[in-house]
């Protein structure tokens, strides 16, 4: 389902089967955009779900830093404020300038988010990334009703699905009978 909020900044209902809170938003190729991205993020937030808080995790690229500053900027215009913002260095190879900070660092940021408070999460990375994101997501409840996940569009649905199904799947079978 389309919001109709403009070309290449709606945001999209990823799927029917997908769980609920799970969006994607436009990408971020500069400030410029970023920012009107990230307004067109909150605007829907706070007006069409009424969520005046929530935390940001991204990381320490271009990509990320750009978004998350346009999402910071903002949230103050919308009455709306950024619980915590956490970010992590992006994987080698990801976007050609990555460090390489690997899942330690993904899992000290979900740790964060979780120590937090919120229950409104922006996830601004890349697709390797979110996927270790929402397993450790997963592993730490914060996947349960009365969470919701925002997922810039470097991750599809069905891509989390497959993750998340991997890990349930990978649980089940460590269960002792």
Known sequence: ?????????????????????????????????????SRT??????????WNTFAVVHTRD??????????????RNFSMAVLKTVTFEPYAG????GGGGGAVEVQQA???LKASGANI????????ECIDIMHQAYDKQLL???????????????QVNTALEAEARKNESARPL
Not at 144 to 158: F, H, K, P, Q, R
């Open 1 to 37: 389902m389309s919001l109709g909020l403009g070309a290449g900044e709606s945001l999209k209902r990823l799927s029917r089967g997908s769980p609920p809170g799970w969006w994607k938003s436009a990408p971020a190729l500069n400030l410029f955009i970023s920012m009107r991205a």
């Open 41 to 50: 993020l909150l605007r829907v937030m706070n007006g069409a779900f009424n």
């Open 62 to 75: 271009s990509y990320g830093t750009n978004y998350a500053s346009g999402l910071e900027r903002s949230a």
């Open 94 to 97: 990801t976007d050609g300038t």
């Open 110 to 112: 979900v740790d964060e």
């Open 121 to 128: 999460f922006v996830a601004v990375c890349h697709e390797s």
């Open 144 to 158: 349960d009703e009365g969470n919701a996940w925002i997922l810039t569009d470097a991750m599809s649905v069905e």
